[in-house]
């Protein structure tokens, strides 16, 4: 199993961007895939994007694509999401989350989950 420390959210003013850091303990953390979701005030939570482990392979939510990006390091146990052109409806807690199995991760379901950071987008 790996623990998740999600960092880097904050207040930003709209067009602006953060960078949102995860940083993994484990020493099997390269063999996670992992992702982010956010749960806005009022809604329910959300797959965000994700990244295999090898970092070949990422996908996005529509409403993120071409904004956010999602990387990593997996000699620094950490999975990196950039956002940019930020919009207040990107207000939210984004959750870092991981799992062995994409499918499992990608149903909102993964074994391990981030305490969370807020996202503030001020308009």
């Known amino acids: 199993q790996v623990q998740l420390v999600e960092s880097g959210g904050g207040l930003v003013q709209v067009g602006g961007s953060l960078r949102l850091s995860c940083a993994a303990s484990g020493r099997t953390f390269s063999s996670y895939d992992v992702g982010w979701f956010r749960q806005g005030p009022g809604k329910d939570r959300e797959f965000v994007a994700d990244i295999v482990w090898s970092g070949r392979l990422t996908s996005y939510a529509d409403s993120v694509k071409g904004r956010f990006t999602i990387s990593r390091d997996n000699a620094k146990n950490t999975v990196y999401l950039q956002m940019n052109s930020l919009k207040p409806e990107d207000t939210a807690v984004y959750y870092c989350?991981?799992?062995?199995?994409?499918?499992?991760?990608?149903?909102?379901?993964?074994?391990?989950w981030g305490q969370g950071t807020q996202v503030t987008v001020s308009s």
């Open positions: 989350a991981a799992d062995g199995d994409r499918r499992t991760l990608l149903s909102g379901t993964p074994g391990q």
